[in-house]
């Protein structure tokens, strides 16, 4: 599809650019370029500056599971409140494993991603680190990748979304800054498929772009609501469309929809069309609404948060407490009468609520003074979860290899707990799995292995010993077998019987 007129790539920018400064030769740290023009210069003062953005802020939605942001790039006396808004909506105290900033370049037409991989981002604030080992590893992986600093050494969209993290954010964090440059959607979906194994819950996109540029302040305000509108439905398509309609009715003095278009396309391309990712508008303003702006000329600004929805399956919101009391005693019952008489009892499915009587899988898991005494379960959902967790039951008791199967005596010393799982998920990247909450499980031809989402927090273990000590121990492949081999990944709602005072 042919790119349309208004979202060419266009330099420079006029109004929206002021303070362009020339790329530095042989610099390593990258040394702040616009500050005191688009930002203060001075610590102080740009930090009373944020504490005022952020007060005036729209407040946090708490939207969970925030991955990106869209936000604007222009002068925080113009664009900062929106921008604010926008950061306003990520949860401070995360620990991010990088932060990715996506700016256009607005001073350089080339073709690709320049990666910022000399030294680290200063600001007043002080020096944002830089993970320029991540950085050479995406120019490893695609030729669309380049390290010429040469982008980043003039360029603002990147620079001035640092300040902001670094006042907001409570723990440190490393970013990977990355200018795009292009002139074709193509472009966007092969940068995009580079960057798309990194939009997960361990990382934060922040997507740098002011939207249109100098209509008056009513037409500015439709057509911003217009391609905001069609950001939130995660189409590509319709937001091609949309530009494209827009172009057509040849509004007086627009320039252009979105100046930072190939990095919302890009963030586009890794989303489209997948339910998993939520698109919400939080606010919009132009410069129009400032008291230094003119509405006859005006650049407009939209904060927009992304979220990674919960991957649920049939057993997760829907198991009340009474519903995990009645499983829990299914289970016990179950284990009672068989280990006595091996008997298989019938189960009584009142008081059961909806998602326990829906197929589901479940492991069952026995302890004996805290120590593990028996453990077995199933992942797929062939099942009503009521009957999976009564075989389970039974079978952890019985037929776990590393034991001998429990005794009538035993019984009443035993603590069951159940973990209702969530379908499994194929993963492309470990940077996906996040320990705590995701269940591993690993596959390589007839061997196969899973550690349960609470064996992290037992164990303490870091994700690449988690995933060893599962290809090593559970499925027989040796310390490194989970690098060639099918990772999947999914959750549990689990309860004990200890847990719920039974």
């Not at 230094?292 to 990674?308: E, F």
């Amino acid at each position: 599809m042919k790119t349309p007129r208004h979202i060419l790539f266009v330099f420079p920018l006029l109004l929206c650019l002021a303070g362009r400064v020339l790329p530095q030769k042989n610099q390593i740290d990258r040394q702040p370029a616009v500050a005191g023009q688009f930002y203060p210069a001075a610590k102080g003062e740009l930090q009373d500056l944020l504490k005022k953005l952020f007060a005036d802020a729209a407040p946090s939605r708490n939207i969970p599971n925030v991955v990106a942001i869209i936000c604007p790039h222009a002068g925080y006396i113009y664009s900062g409140g929106v921008a604010a808004s926008s950061f306003s909506q990520i949860d401070p105290k995360k620990q991010y494993d990088n932060i990715f900033i996506l700016g256009p370049s607005h001073y350089m037409g080339f073709e690709g991603a320049s990666v910022y991989t000399d030294g680290n981002y200063i600001t007043p604030l002080g020096a944002a680190t830089v993970n320029r080992t991540l950085g050479e590893k995406l120019v490893q992986e695609s030729p669309l990748f380049t390290r010429d600093p040469s982008p980043h050494a003039g360029e603002h969209s990147v620079e001035v979304q640092i300040p902001f993290l670094q006042y907001y954010l409570k723990k440190n964090f490393t970013i990977v800054p990355i200018v795009i440059g292009a002139r074709e959607p193509g472009t966007c979906r092969a940068i995009a498929a580079v960057l798309k194994p990194y939009l997960n819950p361990h990382n934060l996109f922040v997507i740098s772009s002011d939207f249109s540029h100098y209509p008056g302040y009513d037409d500015a305000v439709r057509v911003d609501n217009l391609s905001a509108d069609a950001i939130v439905t995660n189409s590509v398509s319709r937001l091609m469309e949309v530009t494209q309609e827009t172009e057509g009715k040849k509004i007086p003095n627009l320039f252009t929809t979105m100046c930072g278009w190939s990095c919302i396309l890009t963030l586009l391309s890794i989303t489209d069309g997948s339910p998993d990712f939520e698109y919400t508008r939080i606010q919009y303003k132009n410069s129009g609404d400032m008291p230094a702006g003119d509405k006859g000329r005006v650049v407009g600004y939209n904060a927009i948060a992304v979220s990674l929805r919960e991957k649920v399956g049939s057993t997760s919101p829907g198991l009340t407490k009474p519903s995990e009391k009645k499983l829990l005693s299914i289970a016990r019952d179950a284990i009672v009468k068989y280990v006595a008489r091996k008997e298989i009892p019938p189960i009584d499915t009142s008081g059961l609520s909806q998602t326990a009587k829906m197929n589901g899988g479940a492991f069952v898991t026995l302890r004996k003074n805290g120590e593990l005494r028996g453990c077995v379960g199933r992942f797929e959902a062939a099942e009503p979860l009521y009957k999976v967790v009564q075989e389970m039951a039974i079978a952890a008791a019985t037929e776990d290899y590393r034991f001998e199967p429990v005794q009538a005596g035993e019984v009443a010393g035993l603590e069951i707990e159940i973990s209702a799982l969530t379908p499994m998920r194929r993963i492309s990247s470990i940077d996906e799995i996040e320990l705590g909450k995701d269940g591993v499980y690993i596959r390589k031809g007839n061997r196969s292995g899973t550690f349960l989402p609470q064996v992290e927090e037992e164990t303490g273990w870091s994700k690449e010993e988690f995933l060893g000590h599962c290809a090593q121990d559970k499925a027989g492949l040796g310390w490194d077998g989970w690098k060639d081999a099918e990772i999947y990944v999914y959750r549990a709602t689990v309860f004990s019987e200890k847990e719920l005072g039974m």
